[in-house]
């Protein structure tokens, strides 16, 4: 098990994983969001390459429309 903060919250992984994994764990696979892994942006061609471990801190920010 790994230990993350999530969007400023301790959260459990039960493993390593890529970002992707993550988001599509958390239901926003399909949503637009901007994903920040310890102060760099993660560009989406990278969710796939781009692993996850323990004592890092990601914020996840869902892009919202309206006018």
Known sequence: MIEITLNGEKHTLDEAMNVAALLERLDLAERRV??????????????????LSGGETVDIIQMVGGG
């Open 34 to 51: 901007a994903v920040v892994r310890n102060g760099e942006v993660v560009h989406q061609e990278d969710y796939a390459s781009t692993i």
